[in-house]
């Protein structure tokens, strides 16, 4: 399928990887004097946009924060509404997704979501995986640190039963060790809401990605602004720590 790009973008150094952390559907919502929830479906919305954006200009992976480990602190009705918003995504869009190319995966504590979004998810995971125009994802029960401590575990007890020489540990096998060892680090991080924070999203992975924040709330995230933070992100120069040649 061809690429459709916005003017003045331009199909080479486009970043391989965004990742959002999408923030403000509840203020979003507070603003309108309605509830949070409804934030949260609008917010739905935009994540259908954003997928749709990443396979119209070519980029091949896109991840989502959708729920974080620290999210499961938040009022029961909350988060039942937003496991049940999740399960009807996954159900109503897994046409969709399969249509656009489209492969679904997720990465974080997955054990610890409703059986009905495990099941949702596993459907879509399996019709979807062959496809190969924009992996997609999501987030969910997700946290960076127990990303980590978990690695730490698992090559621990790999050096212990002297599969692996604690002096062989590198970079490499960290992120082998690590949900997101298929792909790519993020060349390109987006906040919205006006937070600048990482919120336990990515934390090895970001090392070297550029980000943006932006005061948008994420209900209201469309196309034309994603497409203006990935021109900024083509006149941004990336060193990785080096000095460029003159
Ligand atoms: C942060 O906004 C957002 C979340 C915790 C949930 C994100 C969920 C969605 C965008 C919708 C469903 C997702 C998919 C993949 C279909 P917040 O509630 O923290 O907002 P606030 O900071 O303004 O209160």
């Known amino acids: 399928m061809e690429r459709e790009l916005p003017d003045g973008l ?10 959002i952390i999408m923030d403000g559907n509840g203020r ?29 200009f070519g980029i091949p992976y896109l991840t989502l924060y959708a729920f974080s480990t620290e999210n499961w ?5 909350e988060v039942d509404a937003l496991m ?16 656009n190319g489209v492969r679904l995966t997720a990465i974080g504590e997955l054990h610890r979501l409703p059986e009905e979004v495990r099941r949702e998810l596993d459907l ?4 979807t995986k062959d496809n190969t125009r924009l992996t997609l994802c999501l987030a969910l029960s997700y946290g960076s640190r127990s990303e980590l401590v978990e ?11 002297g599969h692996i020489e604690a002096a062989d540990v590198d970079e ?23 937070e600048m924070r990482l919120s336990n999203f990515l934390l090895w992975q970001c090392a070297y990605s550029e980000i943006f924040f932006t005061e948008t709330l994420w209900p209201d ?12 992100f083509q006149e941004r120069e990336r060193r990785f720590g080096k000095v460029l040649q003159p």
């Open 10 to 19: 331009s199909a080479d150094r486009l970043p391989a990887h965004v990742a």
């Open 28 to 56: 979003w919502a507070k603003k309108r004097v309605l509830n949070r929830v409804k934030g949260h479906e609008k917010g739905a919305g935009a994540v259908r946009t954003v997928v749709e954006s990443c396979t119209k």
């Open 73 to 77: 602190q938040r009022p029961k009705k």
């Open 84 to 99: 049940g918003l999740l399960t009807r995504f996954l159900r109503n869009e897994r046409k969709q997704l399969q249509k």
């Open 124 to 127: 879509a995971m399996a019709e």
């Open 151 to 161: 690695m730490v575990q698992r090559i621990s007890g790999e050096v212990k039963v």
């Open 172 to 194: 490499k096998m960290v992120s082998q060790f690590l949900f997101t060892r298929d792909f790519p680090d993020p060349d390109l991080v987006i906040r919205t809401s006006g």
């Open 221 to 232: 995230f469309g196309e034309s602004e994603f497409a203006s933070i990935l021109k900024d």
